[in-house]
């Protein structure tokens, strides 16, 4: 699994790893019980704090996405894909009425913001 970050994007860096792994296990690349690297490993790898993926870790650990063994470290858990689904489909509907919002602003059309997004899914596939 490859975490990507983006430095100049507005959401906060734990933010775009906590998203990562979770889309990850609802895609299933991270199945139940899989272990997770250790905080340290992540860190280095992403070449980001270690406060910073302790408190990715801490967030997914709260929504019981995975879970901490003592001295073993972080394992993907069981979960309830319908409702994991749902914070997805929340989240996304959030971020597009910014996104609109911002279009409309900049004076777009409803059509050319359709259009627009159309677009992008097409060449998304």
């Given at each position: 699994?490859?975490?990507?970050?983006?430095?100049?994007?507005?959401?906060?860096?734990?933010?775009?790893?906590?998203?990562?792994?979770?889309?990850?296990?609802?895609?299933?690349?991270l199945v139940v019980g899989?272990?997770?690297?250790?905080?340290?490993?992540?860190?280095?790898?992403?070449?980001?704090?270690?406060?910073?993926?302790?408190?990715?870790?801490?967030?997914?650990?709260?929504?019981?996405?995975?879970?901490?063994?003592?001295?073993?470290?972080?394992?993907?858990?069981?979960?309830?894909?319908?409702?994991?689904?749902?914070?997805?489909?929340?989240?996304?509907?959030?971020?597009?009425?910014?996104?609109?919002?911002?279009?409309?602003?900049?004076?777009?059309?409803?059509?050319?913001?359709?259009?627009?997004?159309?677009?992008?899914?097409?060449?998304?596939?």
């Amino acid at each position: 699994m490859k975490i990507v970050i983006q430095s100049q994007g507005t959401m906060a860096i734990y933010e775009q790893i906590v998203n990562q792994l979770k889309q990850a296990i609802i895609s299933r690349e991270l199945v139940v019980g899989e272990a997770l690297p250790s905080i340290r490993a992540l860190a280095s790898e992403l070449q980001v704090s270690v406060i910073t993926t302790k408190r990715a870790y801490e967030e997914l650990e709260k929504e019981g996405l995975i879970r901490s063994v003592a001295g073993k470290g972080f394992y993907v858990c069981e979960f309830n894909t319908d409702y994991l689904r749902e914070k997805q489909l929340m989240l996304f509907e959030k971020r597009f009425t910014e996104i609109i919002a911002d279009a409309r602003r900049a004076g777009l059309t409803k059509e050319e913001i359709a259009q627009m997004a159309q677009t992008l899914c097409e060449e998304a596939e």
